[in-house]
């Protein structure tokens, strides 16, 4: 096969489930600035330094986009945001489910299904730029491939030019806050599925829980700008927004 052809489906496009619920106000506005932005040849991909996600260590040795991995990104980037949830961070979907959905499946011979261009731009690419943070899905497997969580960072907001602050501001009307809770303080990355599991244990406990979230949150560039007594303090900030948001939901 000649180099010209050994890509499936040279250009993927996103192609949303028929028949399921509208997005809220914030998505369809996020896609459409996504949409009508090359996030592909976003200059972040060009100013920004990959980080080894296990080690923390930047990567020196790196492969950027080619044209085929950049057109699976425009696909991608669009499925990430018609499936994430903004209360959590998370995407909602599997990598395979927005593989297939985006057209970057393939299937060989013998029906054995790959979803290795999609999973590649996640795990080599999307979550070294700092882009996403990838959680495994512990003791599941499909041929040969660990499931993963993906959440999206502000930084892969900024590839179409949406800024933490619009983000956040979006959340604070969606959420009534407690008049004595700081929107400034509040972060975004506890569920409240994993809200109702920490509100079960001791402060100790659930502190540990906290600070294992901040560290999946931030890159390590941002740990060390926080420092051991910045975290501390967004330990204690999270734990106390826990109480309270537990509190108020569950009335």
Do not use: W
């Amino acid at each position: 096969m000649s180099r010209k052809n050994y890509i499936h489906n040279p250009k993927p496009v996103f192609i949303p489930p028929k028949n399921n619920k509208k997005r809220s106000t914030f998505i369809c506005y996020a896609m459409k600035k996504a949409s009508e932005t090359d996030v592909a040849r976003s200059i972040l991909n060009h100013t920004l330094l990959p980080i080894d996600p296990k080690t923390g260590n930047i990567i020196s040795r790196f492969r950027r986009l080619n044209e085929h991995r950049a057109c699976a990104m425009r696909a991608m980037v669009l499925a990430m945001l018609y499936y994430f949830d903004v209360h959590s961070n998370l995407v909602k979907a599997s990598i395979e489910k927005m593989s297939d959905e985006c057209g970057l499946s393939t299937f060989s011979i013998s029906g054995n299904k790959s979803i290795t261009r999609a999973s590649r731009l996640i795990t080599n690419f999307m979550e070294p730029m700092g882009f996403v943070k990838c959680k495994k899905i512990s003791n599941k497997y499909i041929n040969n491939y660990t499931p993963k969580k993906i959440f999206l960072t502000p930084v892969f907001f900024m590839l179409f030019h949406i800024s933490k602050k619009k983000l956040n501001d979006y959340l604070s009307k969606k959420i009534k806050l407690s008049p004595n809770l700081n929107i400034k303080e509040k972060k975004i990355f506890i569920s409240f599925p994993d809200m109702k599991i920490m509100s079960k244990l001791d402060e100790k406990s659930a502190k540990k829980k906290i600070l294992n979230a901040l560290i999946n949150y931030y890159s390590a560039t941002e740990l060390t700008k926080i420092g051991p007594q910045g975290l501390k303090k967004k330990i204690d900030i999270e734990y106390n927004n826990l109480c309270k948001l537990y509190k108020k939901n569950k009335k």
